[in-house]
Every structure is written in C-alpha cells, then in structure tokens.
C-alpha cells in the first residue's frame, strides 16, 4: 500500500498523534461531571462554522477534531447529564462507556461464531442473565439489535413466520392479511413494524389506569376474522411508565394460540429491583421479549436485547442464505445474525457485559431501585404545589405533571429557557389532548434537588 492510502492506515507520528489526542478528548468528555447539557444550533450557524469539512484533500485530523470539539459536539444535547429528563435519557456507567471504545477499538465482528465466538459468547451470559430475571428457561436466547424498534420488528417477523409455518404443516389456508393486537397506549415502533410488515394492527383500549388487560384483548380479536398471529404487551409505556396486565394478557394469547410478544424497551429493566417484581408477573410465558440496555440498564447508545422462549423459531425465519454464508449457516454455530432482521453486525451487547461483570448484578438493582424512589420523592413535591398538578401517579421511573392554566406555549416558552439556563432538558408531552411535562428518570447522577429547581424554575416563567 503506497501513497494516501497508506497514510490512513499506517501508524506514522501524525496518526499515533491524533490517536493520542481523540483518546486525551475522550478522557477530558469522560472526566467531566456533568457534561455540558449544551444544546441544538441553527443551520445558518453549523453551515457557517463547519461547511466544507468533507473535500478531496482533507482538513487534517487535528482540525476537523477541533471542529467537533468545538461546533459539532457543543450542538448535541448531551443525553447523559443529569437534567436531561425527556424521551428516555441514557446513563451509561463509566465502564460500559470504555468498553464501548473497546470494541470499536478492536474491530470485533459480533454476526457469527466463527468470527467472535469470544463475544457472542460474553453477549449470551448477559442474554442469559436477562432471560433468568424474566423467567424464560435456560434455553431461551437471542441476540443484541440496534433498538427497541427493530427488537419488535424482528419478534414480529419471528411470530408470523412461526405462523404461516405451523399452518402449512397442518394443510390451513393462509389469511388475506395477517394481525396483531397491542394496546392503544403501546410504543410507536409497532405501528410502524406493522407498515413494514404488511399487516393489520389492531388496538385494543387500554383502561383507566394506562393498562391492557387481557379482557381487552379477548374483545378486540373478535374484530378480526382471521390471521391474528400475536399479541404485544407493554411492561413499562413510554409516556407514563405503565406495566400492562401481563398475565392476563398471557392468558388471552395462549386462549387465542398466538404468539405473545412483550415490549419492555423501557420499563422491563425494572424487574431487577425485587419490590417490583409483582408487577411483572406473566411475563415469563412471553415467547419473546426486549428489553433497551440503552435506556434503563445503564449502557451506550445503541443496543436492544431480543430474547426468545425457543430460539430455534427465530434461525428459522431471520437466517439469511447465500453461497459466501454457506459456511457459516451449515456450521450448526449460534450465529447472533441469524436471530433477527440484520447481518453485519457490531458486538453491541459487549459493554453491558463489562459493565454488569464489572459491578455486580447487585449495584444494578440498586440503581434501578433508587431512580424509582426518586420518581416518588419528586412526585411527592409536586403534589405540595398549589399550581401543579400530577396527571398520574408514577408506577416506575415517569413523573408526569401539569402547570395548572398552561398552554403548550407556555410549556415551550419554559423549556427553551432551562435548556438555555443548562438547568435541565425536559420538553412539553401531552395526554388526551392537554400539554404537560415530564420527567423519564433512569440516570442515577439525578438527584431531588435537581428535580426540585426545575420544578421551582416554573413558577419563575
């Protein structure tokens, strides 16, 4: 290799310098406490202080370095910091942050044994970890995916394949259209898996609480005539933190011979604490289930665990053939490409393992368990307020609230303000049509006092 293209890959002084430097940016990003909440740019700024950074010479690494140091970066809400409260945050620990350079560091292929047996085997302890504290057997399995959305697309896929298998062999006509049922408050990601799939999906009404119970399902099949293959419960909605009547909802999809699928992108982490466990009862006879590391088990963007009661069902339908894979998927190896919609794939499973080998299973259901009191501390300032006012009690780690006489100006009036002030990230959410705000608690760095100025800052508007 001669020229250009041996500068960029040979370890010469210039290139061992930018290594030293990006690693001393990373030490300088990891050592902050906090991280600048920092905050969104307009384009006309970007396109002024970073265009042309992609041309045929090259800025050279340590410009473009500064570049990102200094415009990109700052213009990234940094998701990490304790005040950032929407969506759901992510809170990695210091040691699944390091190894996540680790991994890129290494250049791992996480698709099949062959190649990474040694991670795709640290990846299934970890699966194996989660399908225990589920209640799955010890030969449930699966594999890490990008995220929750493509975990759920992947079971689905799983499910209606397991179908349209199981009718075949017993000589059944197949539907016009396959369905599937999931609750009116489940997560966004199934109606578009649905799209993508070519499928009806039906929901069914969650009751007063937020939950869909077993007896909702049972009425909402009767809508459907035919090719209803699974059902989707949530174990922890995205807006208010809601665990579905699981058991029920297992009964229902066992009385109706589907597949009963459960969506706990978020909220299922919470099983780790053992004073929550009550409310996950039912979710061992799920036929397969996700949970996001990213979100609430205290790991890097991005990883989605997918596990499955009978992983062999899920190689059926996602093993992808090909003569150059001839080698692989005859070796009779578990290929974690072979276990849901992906192929190439980054061993993204590796730094929750660090991190829970590193720690202990112990120190996670502590930090679970303390982001679940502090949701109830902070519930219990709001209610002493005379203006605010609780939409709902939280049941995990989502306070929901309302300033009482707000409109959804106001909410963002106030929004931008804190964000401006670093003071927090919390933008308006809504329910039933009327705008509120609210907290998604799971990193373990945010504290009552935090969520008390912030809850102070409304009465400064």
């Not at 190689?315 to 190439?344: I, K, M, R, V």
Request: charged share 25%; proline share 4%.
């Amino acid at each position: 290799m001669t020229g250009k293209a041996a500068k960029m890959h040979s370890s010469n002084a210039a290139t061992v310098a930018l290594r030293e430097e990006v690693l001393q940016y990373a030490r300088d990003r990891m050592a902050m406490d906090p991280a600048p909440l920092d905050g969104p740019q307009t384009l006309s700024y970007l396109k002024k202080h970073a265009a042309n950074t992609i041309n045929e010479k090259g800025l050279g690494g340590h410009k473009a370095l500064k570049i990102f140091e200094d415009v990109l970066a700052p213009a990234c809400i940094s998701t990490d910091h304790p005040g950032y409260l929407s969506f759901i945050p992510v809170a990695p620990t210091e040691a699944a942050t390091l190894f996540d350079l680790v991994v890129s560091a290494t250049s791992v292929y996480g698709g099949s044994w062959l190649e990474g047996s040694g991670a795709v085997f640290a990846e299934n302890e970890v699966l194996a970890w989660l399908a225990k504290e589920v209640g799955l057997p010890k030969s449930a399995g699966g594999t890490f995916v990008q995220g929750g959305s493509l975990g759920n697309l992947s079971a689905l896929v799983t499910a209606r394949h397991t179908a349209i298998t199981e009718r075949k062999r017993k000589g059944q006509k197949l539907p016009k259209r396959w369905s599937i049922i999931a609750s009116s408050e489940s997560h966004s990601s199934l109606k578009a898996g649905a799209r993508v799939m070519d499928i009806d999906i039906v929901l069914a009404k969650a009751n007063d609480e937020g939950r869909l119970t077993g007896e909702e399902v049972l009425k909402a099949a009767k809508k459907i005539k035919d090719g209803l293959f699974a059902v989707v419960a949530t174990s922890g909605t995205t807006n208010f933190g809601i665990v579905d009547k699981l058991d029920e909802i297992a009964k229902a999809a066992k009385q109706l011979g589907v597949w009963y699928h459960v969506d706990g992108a978020y909220g299922l982490a919470a099983i780790l604490d053992p004073r929550q466990k009550k409310l996950f009862k039912g979710v061992e006879k799920a036929d397969s289930f996700i949970v996001d590391p990213h979100k609430w088990l205290f790991t890097s963007f991005d990883s989605c665990a997918l596990v499955y009661r009978n992983p062999k069902l899920a190689a059926a339908a996602h093993t992808q053939h090909g003569e150059y894979l001839d080698t692989l998927t005859d070796s009779g190896e578990f290929n974690p490409s072979d276990y849901a919609y992906h192929l190439t794939r980054r061993a993204r499973g590796l730094p929750l393992w660090f991190s829970v080998a590193t720690y202990g299973v112990g120190a996670y259901r502590a930090a679970v368990a303390e982001n679940i009191d502090l949701a109830h501390k902070i519930a219990a300032v709001i209610r002493t307020r005379p203006d605010l006012k609780l939409v709902r009690e939280p049941e995990l780690s989502i306070v929901v609230f309302e300033k009482i006489g707000w409109t959804l100006a106001d909410y963002e009036k106030w929004s931008e303000r804190i964000l401006k002030q670093e003071l927090g990230f919390v933008t308006p959410s809504s329910h039933q049509g009327k705008p509120n705000a609210r907290f998604a608690i799971v990193n373990p760095r945010t504290d009552l006092k935090l969520l008390t100025k912030i809850i102070d800052s409304i009465s400064e508007q």
